[in-house]
């Protein structure tokens, strides 16, 4: 049997996390990449309207869609 409410919480860590990274980022901070090391950038897709961050090496690709 699967253990849902573990799950619900890795899950929810994982949002937060790529959450507070988003937001440091967005106030001008710097951020490595958990892989390589190398710093995180953003960019704004506004073709597909969403903010891409990503490192250099490109192990990282968070995106998140604006509405």
């Given at each position: 049997m699967i253990d849902f409410s573990q799950l619900n919480k890795k899950f929810a860590k994982n949002f937060n996390d790529q959450k507070a990274v988003l937001k440091k980022l967005l106030k001008g901070g710097t951020v490595n990449c958990d892989?390589?090391?190398k710093p995180l950038s953003v960019a704004l897709n506004?073709?597909?309207?969403?903010?891409?961050?990503?490192c250099?090496?490109?192990?990282?690709?968070?995106?998140?869609?604006?509405d």
């Open positions: 892989t390589c090391n506004d073709k597909d309207g969403e903010f891409i961050v990503s250099g090496s490109g192990c990282t690709r968070l995106t998140l869609e604006i």
